[in-house]
């Protein structure tokens, strides 16, 4: 079935005044024309939502859905909602891109006949305004351009590149026919999302060069201020939980079992005390609290 729409680009937004103007900028300068710019204003403060509407004005591909605070998760999947593009992708309100990377993507994902292609990205330095190193993408050891399909090798689930959001282009029914959704926690909101797409994939196409730019600090960074005193590993079992359940429903979860407790195991060195292990206990399933249990066993 042909698409009107090549790609869907659906930004959450929520107080990146500062930044907006160099995000929009990259994106609607894309080589690649035949785009909509999804902009989900998700309750910002700021100026966020006069600057999308100046651009909503320039740019007839710009949409801009207007949202009360739920988080970046909610705010994607108000996106998705009303994207029609063949592919999606993911930026932030404070991500850049380089101007062709969009075209690349997509003209990768057609060479390939894949699913998702995923590329590196830069570490990007507000304060000196330069990126500071590019973080490409290793696979088995080695970082080179690949076609994959962790289907047939599911102990990499967890070992294709660093977790962020702005890197990856996912056919949009990916999502549509498997039910997938992004979680509504403040932090790792993308990880069962973008974990269950690679574990649905038939085949996913790595390039090893960096288009996308990624602010390595910011002020209003969810992760390092708006959670910084509440216990941030817990997220990390919550998401683990609902990509469990992801698997389950879409019977896939005997094939990834083994790289999903291996990384139950590796999580389970942030917990440190007893208090920490009770708080695990509130948010995750005996499944998982067992796997705990028995690693911490094994390595007391």
């Known amino acids: 079935m042909s698409n009107d729409i090549a790609i869907s680009v659906i930004i959450p937004l929520y107080n990146v005044e500062m ?14 024309k035949d785009i909509e710019i ?30 009360k605070n739920g988080g970046c998760g909610v ?8 994207a029609t593009g063949e592919f999606v992708i993911f930026p932030d ?10 075209e690349r993507m997509y003209n990768r994902a057609k060479e390939d006949n894949s699913d998702i292609v995923r590329t590196g990205y830069y570490l990007y330095d507000d304060s000196t305004m330069k990126k500071i190193t590019a973080t490409l993408l290793a696979y088995d050891g080695k970082t080179q ?28 029914e990916i999502f549509v026919k498997n039910n997938i959704l992004f979680d509504s926690c403040k932090y790792r909101t993308d990880f069962s999302g973008f ?22 600090s910011r002020v209003n960074n969810l992760t390092y201020n708006r959670f910084r005193e509440i216990d941030n590993f817990l997220f990390d079992f919550y998401v683990m939980e609902k990509l469990k359940n992801n698997l389950i429903r879409l019977n896939l979860f005997k094939l990834y079992e083994k790289a999903f407790m291996c990384k139950c195991m590796a999580l389970s060195k942030k917990i440190v005390d007893d208090r920490k292990k009770s708080l ?12 705990i249990c028995k690693y911490k066993n094994e390595n007391n």
Not at 19 to 32: A, E, F, R
Not at 157 to 167: D, Q, R, S
Not at 195 to 201: I, K, L, P, S
Not at 280 to 286: F, I, T
Request: with cysteine; proline share 3%; charged share 25%.
């Open 195 to 216: 974990h269950t797409a690679m574990a649905v994939a038939n085949k996913i196409s790595i390039m090893n060069e960096a288009f996308a730019y990624y602010r390595a």
């Open 19 to 32: 930044y907006l103007h160099q995000c929009l900028d990259s994106i609607i300068n894309q080589t690649l």
């Open 75 to 82: 705010a994607r999947n108000t996106g998705m909602e009303i």
């Open 145 to 172: 351009d690949s076609v994959i399909s962790l289907k047939n090798e599911p102990l990499k689930l967890f070992k294709i590149g660093p977790p962020v959001a702005c890197n990856k282009l996912i056919k949009r």
């Open 38 to 67: 999804i902009c989900v204003n998700d309750g910002s403060t700021d100026d966020t939502l006069n600057i999308l509407n100046e651009y909503q004005l320039k740019d007839p591909r710009i949409k801009v859905i207007t949202r």
């Open 280 to 291: 695990v206990r509130l948010v995750v399933s005996d499944y998982i609290y067992n796997i």
């Open 93 to 102: 309100g404070d991500d850049f891109y380089k101007l062709n990377m969009l």
